[in-house]
């Protein structure tokens, strides 16, 4: 054998033991697996814990949107936002999450605008995004350079657009005889008595008849007072009026035909439950008409609870078969409600009467429904001591209820009551003078006492443009002076906050 082929033949035996040698080959092997399983680690629980909190901010992101959407156009929206965030100290932080940041952002989306829902004082916003973000620190990530997981979540809502509680509505309107008066400005050039009846239209034409998964409400049942309902009603109407009715002709205001007599003022009692017009011996009906005369019976109630003013919530357009809608001109030849007038102006009574009526409805339906209170008047009370009964069961000088003193302040006092028993009231100052309410003391003015009956500021509207009005008279949170707007504002406003995609412009 020759040097060189036993050199080749060594190399090769030598490569041979070392290839079938496999003492220490677990090491790198074990190495390798070792980074392996920390990578896994890694990736169940550090990622696992950011996609647990990605989850969780989200919720809390959400909720605080909601809650700040909630209340605008309050300057309170985006405090209550944070409230409901995931931030240190508030509602809905996490015990794990500490030090997540938090930004708010009230918005005007000009798609909301355009249906209704206007970027008014003092927020000048429609919604409300809310940012929230947080690094989740991690664990075995660290071995590999990675300390955190950033995550972020946003949210949008609008202030309204989602379906809410069922509501019942008492709509109070001044049928006066200074509703008679031209309503001469840009936005509507007839009486202001048609008018008000055509924003209450309006009104109607954005509430809830019935569940929106029907395509159509039913069948209509006829009540008390001219009602019509659906077996399952969502949003109810009662028209209520002041001065009063007579119980005689008050079907006159819904049924086409011209009603010419008012009823004397009534005085419920504040306390009461329910409202329902007196019988013709109730002499405490003090008025024009007589010292307790017998043959007059009132009621501010002109139609009962209603829900058939549109046939599915889907409908274009008013059913004119409706009582209801008939006595707010809503059928072609049909003039419905007329400012007849008669009796001064004093509203206390009504107010009283509208929550006693809401209060038996409530029961009736369930605590899940909201009570709502609408007045429109020009705000001026001037009934005389002989139009509101000056004898024993009648109305007093002594300044409280039901009194021919201090009427304003005596239907701010209503409407305080109203309010402690979680009535929303709006009020739609309509014309409201700079001057007036003669009988108090201390002085006060139409567009205060309308300002005062609003449970919140965020409720009180005016339209100062119409014949009468004063511009002072400017709701600071309802800028808006057009009547129909307003109406389409408080039905908007009978919605709730809703989530929108985070792109809407």
Request: charged share 10%.
């Amino acid at each position: 054998m020759t040097k060189s082929q036993f050199m080749k033949q060594y190399r090769e035996s030598l490569l041979g033991r070392l290839c079938s040698n496999q003492r220490g080959q677990v090491l790198p092997w074990t190495g390798f697996m070792l980074i392996s399983m920390l990578g896994m680690a890694a990736l169940a629980i550090d990622f696992g814990r950011a996609y647990i909190a990605y989850h969780q901010l989200q919720s809390a992101t959400d909720a605080a949107a909601l809650a700040g959407a909630e209340q605008l156009p309050n300057s309170t929206a985006s405090t209550y936002a944070n409230n409901y965030s995931a931030g240190s100290g508030d509602l809905n932080t996490y015990a794990w999450m500490s030090g997540v940041s938090v930004t708010v952002t009230p918005k005007c989306l000009s798609s909301l605008s355009s249906i209704g829902m206007s970027c008014i004082a003092p927020a000048n916003a429609n919604a409300l995004q809310v940012l929230e973000s947080y690094n989740v620190p991690t664990y075995f990530a660290r071995l590999f350079g990675i300390n955190s997981i950033p995550v972020a979540t946003k949210s949008t809502a609008s202030m309204r657009g989602s379906t809410s509680i069922p509501y019942n509505v008492v709509i109070i309107l001044d049928s006066t005889q200074s509703m008679n008066d031209t309503d001469s400005d840009s936005q509507c050039s007839t009486t202001r008595i048609s008018c008000a009846l055509s924003g209450i239209q309006t009104l109607l034409q954005d509430m809830a008849p019935c569940s929106s998964r029907l395509t159509a409400c039913g069948s209509v049942t006829t009540g008390t007072l001219g009602a019509g309902n659906v077996s399952n009603p969502v949003d109810v109407v009662s028209l209520f009026t002041f001065p009063n009715v007579t119980t005689a002709t008050v079907a006159d205001d819904y049924n086409c035909s011209v009603p010419t007599v008012p009823g004397e003022y009534q005085f419920p009692v504040s306390t009461n439950t329910t409202y329902a017009p007196p019988g013709p011996a109730a002499n405490y009906i003090l008025g024009s008409g007589g010292t307790g005369d017998a043959s007059y019976s009132s009621t501010y109630q002109v139609v009962g609870f209603s829900s058939d003013y549109r046939t599915s919530d889907y409908a274009s357009g008013l059913n004119t078969s409706s009582n209801l809608v008939q006595s707010v001109g809503g059928e072609s030849g049909c003039a419905g409600i007329i400012a007849k007038g008669g009796e001064g102006t004093f509203y206390a009574g009504v107010i009283y009467a509208a929550q006693a009526a809401l209060d038996a409805e409530k029961a009736a339906r369930g605590t899940s429904t909201q009570n709502v209170i609408i007045l429109i008047s020009d705000g001026d009370a001037t009934s005389s001591n002989t139009q509101m009964g000056n004898t024993t069961g009648g109305a007093t000088s002594g300044g409280t209820y039901p009194s021919w003193n201090n009427e304003c302040a005596q239907a701010v006092t209503a409407a305080t009551f109203a309010a402690s028993k979680g009535t929303r009231i709006y009020s739609v100052a309509y014309g409201a003078e700079a001057t007036g309410c003669s009988t108090d003391s201390p002085s006060t003015t139409p567009c205060q006492t309308m300002e005062g009956i609003a449970s919140s500021s965020g409720y009180f509207y005016s339209d100062y443009t119409a014949k009468g009005g004063s511009s002072s008279c400017v709701s600071s949170s309802q800028p808006t002076t057009n009547l129909n707007q307003i109406f389409t504002d408080i039905a908007n406003d009978f919605t709730a906050a809703r989530l929108v995609p985070n792109g809407t412009t």
